[in-house]
C-alpha cells in the first residue's frame, strides 16, 4: 500500500509544474488581428503612441521567440531639439530606439544575443543576428514580454507605404527624442549614408546616429530626422527568409546606434535614458510645424505581404484571405489548460485526503 499511496504525492507536483511552465504570454495571431496602433496628443509637450507589439504584416519565429501581444505606451516629445553631438549611445545597450507604425519597435545595431559593444558593421545585431530576421526583416527577443523588433529597413512596411527608388522615404515611425523616422532614401531618392563612409564632412548623408540636418520643406516640418539605412529586403519578394540579403558594412548603422535628441522641459519621456535638453539645444521644428497626430493611423494589414508564409499560414480576412485559426487554437488552448486545472486542484484534494487518512507515506 506505502506505494500505491507514494505516486499521488509524485504525480502532482509533475502536473504542477507543467501546468505553470507553460506559455505564459499570448503570441499574436499570425494574420495581424491582433494588430493595433493609436496616436495622440496627450499634453501640449508629448506625443504617446500606445500599441500592441504584434505586427500588421507576417511573421515568422527564426529564432526561440516569438511576438508577445501587450500594450505599450510610448511617450516622445511634441517639440524635439537636438544637440550638437549625441546625447545617449546605445552602442553597449538593448533597447527600443524608436516604434514603427506597423507596431514593431527600432531596435539599435546592439546584439542582445552576444551582448558585446558594437565598435562596427561586424559586431552589429544585423551581422550577428540575420539568419533570424522574418520574411519582413523583424524578430522577437523575449518571450515574456513585448520586444518585437527591427534591426534594419522594414521590408513589408516600406512596400505598403509605397517607397520607391525616386523620391524621399515615406515616414515609417517615431525616434524615441521625437524625431521622424524614414526607409533608407532621402532627397530625390538618395540612399542614405553615413558622411564618413563616404568620405564627406557634409552634404546628402547621415550623421554617426544615422540621422540628417536640414530643413526638408517638401517632405516634413522638422529640422532633423532619422533614417534606417541599407537596401530593402527582398525576402518579402522570394516569400523566404532574408538571410543573405541584408544590407552590409557599407550601409552601417542600419539604425540608429545613438541620438540626438533630448526630453525637453515639461514634458514626458519613456526612454530613461534620453538626458534633459540643456541650454545649447537647437529647435528641431520649423516655424510652419504644426503638432497633430497622424491620421494615416492604424495601417490596415499589409496585404502585399507573403502571409502564406508566415507563422501560421493565414492571409487576413481584409485581404481576401480566411483569416487566422489561431483564435480557435487559443480557445482549445485554454480549454485544455482549465480542464487540466480543474485535474491538478483534483489531485491536490486527493493528496490532502491521502495525508489525512493514511498519514505521512
Same mark, same amino acid.
Not at 519582413?136 to 505598403?160: F, I
Not at 550623421?207 to 530643413?215: E, H, I, M, Q, R
Not at 542600419?254 to 519621456?269: D, E, F, N, V
Given at each position: 500500500?506505502?506505494?500505491?499511496?507514494?505516486?499521488?504525492?509524485?504525480?502532482?507536483?509533475?502536473?504542477?509544474?507543467?501546468?505553470?511552465?507553460?506559455?505564459?504570454?499570448?503570441?499574436?495571431?499570425?494574420?495581424?488581428?491582433?494588430?493595433?496602433?493609436?496616436?495622440?496628443?496627450?499634453?501640449?509637450?508629448?506625443?504617446?503612441?500606445?500599441?500592441?507589439?504584434?505586427?500588421?504584416?507576417?511573421?515568422?519565429?527564426?529564432?526561440?521567440?516569438?511576438?508577445?501581444?501587450?500594450?505599450?505606451?510610448?511617450?516622445?516629445?511634441?517639440?524635439?531639439?537636438?544637440?550638437?553631438?549625441?546625447?545617449?549611445?546605445?552602442?553597449?545597450?538593448?533597447?527600443?530606439?524608436?516604434?514603427?507604425?506597423?507596431?514593431?519597435?527600432?531596435?539599435?545595431?546592439?546584439?542582445?544575443?552576444?551582448?558585446?559593444?558594437?565598435?562596427?558593421?561586424?559586431?552589429?545585431?544585423?551581422?550577428?543576428?540575420?539568419?533570424?530576421?522574418?520574411?519582413?526583416?523583424?524578430?522577437?527577443?523575449?518571450?515574456?514580454?513585448?520586444?518585437?523588433?527591427?534591426?534594419?529597413?522594414?521590408?513589408?512596411?516600406?512596400?505598403?507605404?509605397?517607397?520607391?527608388?525616386?523620391?524621399?522615404?515615406?515616414?515609417?515611425?517615431?525616434?524615441?527624442?521625437?524625431?521622424?523616422?524614414?526607409?533608407?532614401?532621402?532627397?530625390?531618392?538618395?540612399?542614405?549614408?553615413?558622411?564618413?563612409?563616404?568620405?564627406?564632412?557634409?552634404?546628402?548623408? *547621415?550623421?554617426?546616429?544615422?540621422?540628417?540636418?536640414?530643413?526638408?520643406?517638401?517632405?516634413?516640418?522638422?529640422?532633423?530626422?532619422?533614417?534606417?539605412?541599407?537596401?530593402?529586403?527582398?525576402?518579402?519578394?522570394?516569400?523566404?527568409?532574408?538571410?543573405?540579403?541584408?544590407?552590409?558594412?557599407?550601409?552601417?548603422?542600419? *539604425?540608429?546606434?545613438?541620438?540626438?535628441?533630448?526630453?525637453?522641459?515639461?514634458?514626458t519621456c519613456s526612454l530613461s535614458t534620453l538626458p534633459s535638453c540643456g541650454s545649447s539645444t537647437t529647435t528641431g521644428t520649423t516655424s510652419t510645424f504644426s503638432a497633430v497626430a497622424l491620421t494615416i493611423l492604424p495601417l490596415r494589414p499589409a496585404c502585399q505581404a507573403c502571409w502564406e508564409y508566415g507563422s501560421d499560414g493565414a492571409t487576413p480576412a481584409f485581404c481576401g484571405g480566411r483569416g487566422s485559426l489561431a483564435a480557435e487554437k487559443a480557445d482549445e488552448y485554454s480549454g485544455t489548460v482549465r480542464k487540466f486545472g480543474s485535474g491538478a486542484f483534483l489531485c491536490f484534494v486527493w493528496l490532502a485526503l491521502h495525508a489525512v487518512l493514511h498519514g505521512p507515506?
Amino acid at each position: 500500500m506505502t506505494g500505491l499511496c507514494t505516486w499521488p504525492a509524485l504525480l502532482c507536483p509533475l502536473l504542477y509544474a507543467l501546468l505553470v511552465t507553460g506559455r505564459s504570454q499570448p503570441e499574436c495571431i499570425g494574420d495581424g488581428t491582433d494588430y493595433d496602433y493609436i496616436e495622440e496628443i496627450t499634453t501640449t509637450t508629448e506625443r504617446t503612441m500606445i500599441f500592441t507589439n504584434c505586427p500588421n504584416h507576417p511573421y515568422r519565429n527564426l529564432n526561440t521567440y516569438w511576438p508577445v501581444k501587450g500594450n505599450v505606451s510610448f511617450s516622445v516629445p511634441l517639440y524635439p531639439e537636438y544637440e550638437s553631438s549625441a546625447t545617449v549611445s546605445f552602442t553597449t545597450s538593448v533597447g527600443p530606439v524608436g516604434v514603427l507604425f506597423s507596431g514593431a519597435y527600432v531596435f539599435s545595431p546592439y546584439s542582445e544575443i552576444v551582448q558585446t559593444e558594437v565598435t562596427g558593421f561586424s559586431s552589429s545585431a544585423v551581422q550577428l543576428e540575420k539568419g533570424t530576421f522574418d520574411l519582413c526583416g523583424c524578430h522577437a527577443s523575449s518571450n515574456e514580454a513585448p520586444s518585437y523588433h527591427c534591426h534594419h529597413p522594414p521590408d513589408c512596411l516600406l512596400r505598403q507605404m509605397n517607397m520607391n527608388e525616386s523620391d524621399h522615404s515615406p515616414q515609417i515611425g517615431w525616434a524615441a527624442d521625437g524625431f521622424p523616422i524614414y526607409g533608407p532614401r532621402g532627397p530625390d531618392g538618395t540612399i542614405m549614408r553615413t558622411c564618413s563612409s563616404q568620405g564627406l564632412s557634409s552634404g546628402v548623408c *547621415t550623421d554617426s546616429c544615422g540621422g540628417y540636418a536640414a530643413t526638408l520643406s517638401t517632405v516634413d516640418t522638422y529640422t532633423y530626422r532619422y533614417y534606417l539605412q541599407g537596401n530593402a529586403i527582398s525576402g518579402v519578394g522570394t516569400c523566404g527568409s532574408p538571410d543573405g540579403t541584408v544590407s552590409g558594412s557599407e550601409h552601417y548603422p542600419q *539604425t540608429p546606434p545613438c541620438l540626438m535628441g533630448c526630453c525637453p522641459s515639461g514634458a514626458t519621456c519613456s526612454l530613461s535614458t534620453l538626458p534633459s535638453c540643456g541650454s545649447s539645444t537647437t529647435t528641431g521644428t520649423t516655424s510652419t510645424f504644426s503638432a497633430v497626430a497622424l491620421t494615416i493611423l492604424p495601417l490596415r494589414p499589409a496585404c502585399q505581404a507573403c502571409w502564406e508564409y508566415g507563422s501560421d499560414g493565414a492571409t487576413p480576412a481584409f485581404c481576401g484571405g480566411r483569416g487566422s485559426l489561431a483564435a480557435e487554437k487559443a480557445d482549445e488552448y485554454s480549454g485544455t489548460v482549465r480542464k487540466f486545472g480543474s485535474g491538478a486542484f483534483l489531485c491536490f484534494v486527493w493528496l490532502a485526503l491521502h495525508a489525512v487518512l493514511h498519514g505521512p507515506s
